[in-house]
């Protein structure tokens, strides 16, 4: 398969046909997995909009991704969930023989914040399960078409708590810098066959997340001043995916308006 240039305004409904090349995003739904939907639509790609129990809002992400003059389909699976992941990733590919999944965002993630004494397993496994094991299912799953075909992307939204730590948050700050981790790994074990793969790490963004979080008092600790936009890592996920970053690979980079490094 040769490179293909996605720098470009909507392709047309027939050449989307003929690159047969889908971009999937965990967590498509809401927050900055909506706004990567919308990102990757305006580059091109037909969209696999995941999610896990928000239906209306995939959908609104959806008519979204159509307004914009893109395509898409919901697929919904919890991405901890191994066999879920499977099963869906596997329909879609016998319903597309002839196409693959070339983008890989894994955005999905929760919090479940608390001191480290008083985590119970619970807040420790189903943090490291979605934001962790998820990444990994889902990765592992699309790699293969990638590597076959010769091109590929895959961004893992990790975060400022797994490079910097958060106190409240060791199981997340624990899952995101495994990612990290991984994310270097993999892509030493995929430069050859050109499948690059980066993490982002967003700072404060403002999303459903961080709704609850006090925002008057935590933006004093950014130098930007401000809490970040999803669009604002949405951009960041466009440029790793497209051509211009064909030489990055096993990369951070953080969207944090400054406050960390
Ligand atoms: P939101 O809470 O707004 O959205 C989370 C998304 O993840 C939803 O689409 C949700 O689906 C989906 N999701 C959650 N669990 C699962 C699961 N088990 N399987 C499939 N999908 C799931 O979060 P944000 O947009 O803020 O966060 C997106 C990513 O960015 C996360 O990985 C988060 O850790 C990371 N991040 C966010 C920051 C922020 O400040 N907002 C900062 C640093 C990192 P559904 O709607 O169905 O529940």
């Known amino acids: 398969m040769q490179d293909i240039h996605y720098n470009q305004p909507i392709l047309s409904e027939t050449n989307r046909t003929q690159i047969m090349q889908y971009a999937l995003v965990t967590g498509g739904s809401r927050g900055i997995g909506r706004a990567v939907c919308l990102e990757l639509a305006r580059r091109g790609y037909p969209l696999l909009i995941n999610y896990a129990n928000s239906e209306a809002a995939a959908e ?64 420790w496994s189903k943090v490291l399960g979605t934001n962790l094991d998820g990444s990994f299912f889902v990765t592992r799953r699309v790699l293969k078409n990638m590597l076959t075909r010769r091109w590929g992307r895959i961004v893992n939204i990790a975060s400022l708590s797994g490079l910097k730590g958060l106190p409240g948050q060791t199981n997340y700050a624990a899952a995101k810098a495994a990612l990290i ?46 809490f970040g936009k999803p669009e604002e890592v949405a951009a960041t996920v466009g440029f790793l995916v497209s051509d211009e970053a064909a030489y990055i690979t096993g990369q951070v980079i953080s969207v944090n308006g400054g406050l960390y490094t």
Request: aromatic residues 4%; proline residues 4%; negative net charge.
């Open 181 to 226: 981790g991984m994310t270097k790994a993999l892509a030493q074990e995929t430069a050859p066959r050109k499948v690059t793969v980066n993490a982002v790490a967003p700072g404060f963004i403002a999303t459903d997340m961080t709704r609850g979080l006090d925002e008057n008092e935590l933006k004093k600790l950014i130098p930007l001043g401000r």
């Open 60 to 123: 609104e992400t959806l008519r979204a991704v159509e307004a914009a003059g893109g395509t898409g389909s919901l697929m919904r699976f919890d991405v901890s969930d191994v066999q879920q992941v499977d099963q869906a990733l596997t329909h879609w590919e016998e319903e597309h023989p002839d196409d693959y999944i070339a983008v890989a965002v894994n955005n999905a993630g929760i919090r479940e914040d608390t001191l480290m004494v008083f985590m119970s397993d619970e807040n």
